[in-house]
């Protein structure tokens, strides 16, 4: 069992440093454009409108960059844009927002004298008139004019700027477009040598904080996290357009990266999982709902858990999957009432289901090629034959089986003739045992030495980060979260 488990830790371990890990060109190359690009567009931004100005002071990161858990190239970034409303938060009644419970997952949110009396005040023509068509006529906040707001933003933007900025001597074509309750900017080069595409999902969010807290929510004990947000994003289930404009997506984003802290293999399992699920086309499993799983295992689970090796751990998360797409269900961590996947066509989670029970049969039965080919494309799977890597594995494969048929041959007591060159045989045997103990000795010593290597190529990106802070609008924590990351990634390519 340990020799099955070594040898696919090996091959998972190479996969992941070839093909899931962020490479430092893109870390850096994707840093250096996002800050210099997205601070002229967010001032922009605040040119075309007054609230937007007055109201969007914080940007965050989201989604799996904010979390460590991006797979194979950083060509893009989820920020929320956090938009105060004009209300006193901490009121509960007509004088503040209301929050009405709703489908799992979902809440509405209703304003009534706080947004009644903006027009009364002197920065109403100059400011606060945007609100204006925010609302229903039963006084709730609607996510769909929400998003139309910022998405008028982001077009006068990029019109005013002719579809192009110009960054430390580069110019970079601008464009749009909408992407769920995103507004994706996507940001090219315009010459050069080398392509460069970077896509920034722009989402307009409402954050609260504690003691607020959405009513048959879970909650977390033992954490200095006190933000929540919710975001205009619609229910897909729900087909009336007046309710599901009404109805806002819960988001603890915050709470769920603080629990996988300090889970030593979670995030570097999680990538694998998500490449995984990549290239077997599932493509009707997002993200969060691997994630989510993920989060489960947290709760029922201690940090030693993913102290194992990554092969054990990935097997069991595979299996997870598996058994959560067999039975069509992947509870909300949030709310559990809540199914994931619940819009998902039957026949096609069959189809899923088939395609990770031969990922599971070929671990089971040690198909170690088999295993990896499964995480990788046409392409790589060429590139992974022709590396290094590979090669050597060969040739110790080549190595193996010689000393297996040559200690087959020595004790094989049927064969007479085989009996009578013992003598001949024992010394083939020493020294193909010789030459395996040198192989295997040049073979720590060579892994001894690409540690090395890639600890100190490691460090030199954390301070590349590090030295390079990515916006002075960007919080404190999410800096933090970037050099995190980095970190991260360091702690992933070693633990193999």
């Known amino acids: 069992m340990s020799a099955k488990k070594k040898n696919l830790d090996v091959y998972l371990g190479e996969v992941f440093k070839q093909f899931i890990a962020l490479k430092e060109n893109d870390l850096r190359k994707s840093q250096e454009v996002f800050k210099s690009v997205f601070e002229l567009f967010k ?14 002071s914080q940007v965050m990161y989201a989604g799996s960059v904010y979390d460590g858990i991006k ?30 419970n709703d489908e799992p997952g979902f809440v ?6 706080a947004f009644d009396n903006l027009d009364k005040q002197r920065e109403w023509d100059t400011c606060h008139k945007v609100t204006r068509d925010w609302r229903d006529t039963d006084k709730y906040l609607l996510q769909n004019k929400f998003r139309q707001w910022l998405h008028k933003i982001v077009q006068r933007t990029v019109n005013d700027l002719n579809d192009k900025v110009t960054v430390l001597g580069t110019t970079y074509l601008l464009s749009y477009k909408t992407t769920g309750p995103a507004y994706t900017l996507n940001i090219r080069n315009s010459e050069g040598d080398e392509e460069f595409l970077l896509d920034v999902d722009l989402v307009p969010v409402i954050r609260f904080m504690l003691p607020r807290w959405p009513e048959g929510y879970r909650t977390v004990e033992n954490t200095q996290i006190k933000e929540w947000l919710v975001v205009p994003k619609p229910n897909k289930s729900v087909q009336d357009e007046g309710v599901k404009n009404r109805l806002w997506r819960l988001s603890f984003q915050d709470y769920e990266r603080d629990m996988i802290k300090g889970c030593q293999g979670l995030k570097t399992t999680i990538r694998l ?38 092969s054990v751990i990935y097997r069991e998360m595979v299996e997870e999957l598996y058994n959560a797409i067999t039975e069509r269900n992947i509870p909300y961590f949030w709310n559990k009432d809540n199914n994931l996947i619940q819009s998902v066509k039957p026949t096609v989670l069959q189809v899923y289901a088939k395609k990770l029970k031969e990922v599971l049969v070929s671990i089971d039965s ?36 010689i000393a297996r048929q040559a200690s087959n041959s020595v004790t094989d007591d049927t064969q007479p003739k085989l009996n009578e060159k013992k003598d001949k045989d024992n010394d083939l045997l020493d020294l193909v045992r010789n030459l395996m103990t040198k192989i295997d000795r040049l073979t720590v010593k060579i892994e001894e030495q690409e540690t090395r290597l890639i600890r100190l190529e490691n460090e030199r990106i954390v301070t590349i980060v590090q030295d390079k802070p990515v916006s002075v609008d960007l919080t404190k924590e999410s800096v933090n979260d970037i050099s995190q990351h980095s970190q991260d990634t360091v702690s992933d390519l070693l633990m193999f």
């Not at 509405?108 to 004298?113: P, S």
């Not at 995480?375 to 594995?393: H, I, P, V």
Request: one cysteine or more; aromatic letters at 12%; a neutral charge.
């Open 108 to 113: 509405k949110l209703k304003i009534i004298k």
């Open 273 to 310: 999982v998500k490449k995984l699920r990549d290239e077997l086309g599932m493509k009707a499993i997002a993200s969060y709902y691997i994630k989510t799983l993920f989060l489960w295992k947290v709760e029922a689970t201690d940090k030693q858990y993913w102290q194992r090796k990554i």
């Open 71 to 100: 797979v194979s190239k950083l060509d893009e970034f989820d920020m929320d844009i956090v938009i105060r409303l004009p209300v006193n938060y901490a009121d509960v009644g007509e004088n503040g927002i209301i929050i009405e």
């Open 43 to 56: 001032q922009k931004m605040g040119e075309q409108c007054n609230y937007f100005k007055k109201y969007a």
């Open 366 to 401: 040690n198909d170690v090629e088999k295993t990896v080919y499964f995480l990788l494309n046409t392409e790589e799977k060429e590139e992974f034959k022709n590396s290094e890597f590979y090669k050597n594995q060969a040739i110790g494969d080549t190595v193996n089986n």
